[in-house]
């Protein structure tokens, strides 16, 4: 197998990152690694300064890396969002898991990865809201 297995999840701890979560901000970090599930928690094994260390995330924030970069080599996980590569006029797309696959990738989008550009996450704090 030559895909890569990554997880990317947020911790809510210290960190330059906000989102949005249930119409409420939460400051913290997104972590990428492995996945780890608790009856109680989630958490990402990832390393920092060469250390093995594991961070506790927001389980609806756990996304699976999609093995797909956009036209920036930026990796495209499970929830990004990206507007549509024709015009902003279209919207904005979300990637999503259904039925066994990652849906915005089929065949019949009209557009694949490589002309997309990943504009940040479902959770990202929108600038012109009051959350």
């Known amino acids: ?36 599930q608790f009856q109680d928690r989630v958490e990402i094994h990832h390393y920092v300064n060469g250390c093995r260390v594991s961070s506790e995330v927001i389980h609806h924030t756990v996304g699976q890396y999609t093995g797909l970069r956009d036209k920036n080599a930026k990796r495209i996980f499970e929830g990004d969002i990206f507007p549509h590569p024709n015009g902003k006029k279209y919207g904005d797309y979300g990637v999503y898991w259904d039925d066994g696959g990652f849906d915005i990738f089929m065949s019949d989008s009209g557009f694949d990865h490589k002309e997309i550009e990943v504009s940040g996450t479902l959770f990202d704090v929108k600038e012109d809201t009051n959350v």
Not at 15 to 33: A, R
């Open 1 to 36: 197998m030559n895909r890569s297995i990554l997880f990317r999840g947020f911790c809510p701890c210290i960190g330059p990152d906000t989102i949005s979560l249930n119409g409420k901000k939460v400051k913290g970090k997104w972590v990428y690694g492995d996945l780890l």
